[in-house]
């Protein structure tokens, strides 16, 4: 079955604009998780959606921001980019059902690659 | 603060040579512990991950780690490393009930020599 699906693979943006992410999760995932990753502060959690609902929070800014469709795709928006927001962003789905914490398992997707200029 | 530590950046072996990677993790109770790892270019790939029960736990690709609460640790090894083995990986905690939101260590770059 496919994968955890990311789009777009690149995107270079410039300082002050905003950008949209899409996540297309394995079918039958309803949960969606988001990470940013950069050389400097490396792997950090974002936020976590499931069922159309952000159920976890990262310690990021209010310039960014997700949201989750009915069909369990979620997209991410960063809004007033700045240089530091250059990154890997990476999405991971997992059932989520939260039925035996033991059978979950996170799958990533390839991510997004977001330069900011 | 919750956090994770992994104490060597990059690490070379020679294949077919046992390799040991460690994990240290700063929490105020057993959290759930992870391996993953990341190819260049790619997502992560979970290795395995401990819950709760036996200590040692078996993952995929002949990886194994052991949970040493008294110690704080979660290292990860493998008897005998092959060069498709190159590539970085990350030990990473998350919160009982919360085990999407992971806590990574910054990640050990390994080298594999032929």
């Known amino acids: 079955k496919a994968g955890v699906t990311q789009t777009p693979r690149y995107l270079i943006k410039t300082r002050g604009q905003q950008v949209t992410l899409s996540c297309s999760p394995i079918?039958?995932?309803?949960?969606v998780s988001w990470y940013q990753q950069t050389p400097g502060q490396g792997l950090q959690f974002l936020f976590e959606y499931f069922s159309e609902t952000q159920r976890n929070k990262g310690n990021f800014p209010g310039r960014f921001s997700g949201r989750q469709f009915s069909n369990s795709r979620s997209e991410m928006n960063v809004s007033t980019l700045e240089l530091g927001d250059s990154a890997l962003y990476l999405c991971?789905?997992?059932?989520?059902?939260?039925?035996?914490?033991?059978?979950?398992?996170?799958?990533f997707g390839s991510g997004t690659q977001l330069s900011v200029l | 603060a919750q956090s994770v530590t992994q104490p060597d950046i990059h690490i070379t072996v020679s294949e077919g040579a046992s390799l040991e990677l460690r994990c240290n993790y700063s929490?105020?109770?057993?959290?759930?512990l992870f391996w993953y790892v990341q190819s260049p270019g790619q997502g992560l790939q979970l290795l395995l991950k401990y819950f709760s029960g036996d200590t040692l736990v078996q993952g995929i690709k002949g990886f194994e780690a052991e949970f040493k609460r008294s110690q704080s640790s979660f290292n990860l090894r493998k008897p005998s490393v092959h060069w498709s083995d190159a590539a970085e990986y990350f030990c990473?905690?998350?919160?009982?009930?919360?085990?999407?939101?992971?806590?990574f260590g910054a990640g050990t770059r390994l080298a594999v020599h032929p």
């Open positions: 079918s039958g995932h309803r949960s």
């Open positions: 991971a789905s997992s059932l989520g059902t939260g039925q035996g914490a033991s059978n979950e398992k996170l799958f």
């Open positions: 990473a905690v998350a919160p009982r009930g919360g085990y999407n939101k992971l806590i």
């Open positions: 929490y105020g109770a057993t959290p759930y």
